[in-house]
């Protein structure tokens, strides 16, 4: 099976969330609930998810997975 990987950092997914089969890490969860609206790191973060969750659900790829979960932490 392969591993997953972050869509936002690219690092291995050991924790944090998944949405639609794609997965955000524990860190770059955190940082995009604190992070200000109008800095260059929203703006690709937003493109990250817009890229690796909006698209492929606008195209109507089914990952045939729960929607929205949280990874276990180790």
């Known amino acids: 099976m392969k591993k997953l990987s972050c869509i936002i950092c690219r690092k291995p997914l050991n924790d944090g969330i998944m949405i639609n089969g794609r997965g955000i890490c524990k860190s770059c969860e955190k940082r995009l609930m604190t ?22 659900m606008l195209r109507g790829e089914d990952n045939k997975c729960q929607s929205y979960h949280w990874l276990k932490e180790y």
């Open 35 to 56: 992070i200000e609206i109008d800095t260059d790191f929203y703006n690709y973060f937003e493109e990250c998810i817009k890229r690796a969750i909006a698209e492929p």
